[in-house]
């Protein structure tokens, strides 16, 4: 056993990273959620015209692991954007079998019309930390992240 941070013997959930990024994740989503209740589309659909916008993704089977949303229910939400003429389909140049998204014009649009509201929200969630608090949160997370992206890759075969 490596020595670490946690001990078994002062382990407990109230004080773990996984539960509380999990208690994060679950009051900050329909917060999230309600934010779009009034606006052209969903909390969900705008994660994937970000994903998208900022290119973090441009396949919806990306989108979906980078979401942790089911396949399924993604094509759902990438039709609804393509019916809405907010993204495209095209076939991968490289490989033909690889469909690629991407926003359109009017995509763009719309995406950047809600980041002020998105952003108006995050800045009244982090009223009380300073700069260097978030900056710091933001550090440390990428680096989990980043870890963790490791392990990943240290395990597949």
Request: proline share 3%; aromatic share 6%; charged share 30%.
């Amino acid at each position: 056993m490596t020595s670490g941070h946690y001990t078994p013997e002062t382990f407990n959930a109230r004080n773990a990273v996984g539960y509380l990024l999990r208690c994060t994740l679950n009051l900050l989503q329909p917060r999230m959620e309600a934010l779009f209740t009034d606006h052209e589309f969903t909390f969900v659909q705008w994660c994937v015209l970000m994903q998208l916008r900022d290119g973090l993704a441009n396949r919806a089977a990306d989108i979906s692991r980078n979401l942790n949303h089911d396949s399924g229910a993604l094509t759902r939400v990438v039709d609804q954007l393509e019916g809405r003429g907010l993204i495209e389909r095209t076939r991968s140049t490289e490989d033909r079998r690889m469909v690629e998204l991407a926003l359109t014009p009017d995509g763009r649009t719309a995406v950047d019309a809600s980041v002020p509201l998105v952003v108006d929200h995050v800045n009244r969630l982090f009223e009380d930390f300073s700069r260097e608090d978030l900056d710091m949160l933001i550090g440390m997370l990428k680096r989990m992240i980043d870890k963790l992206q490791d392990g990943e890759k240290d395990r597949q075969p």
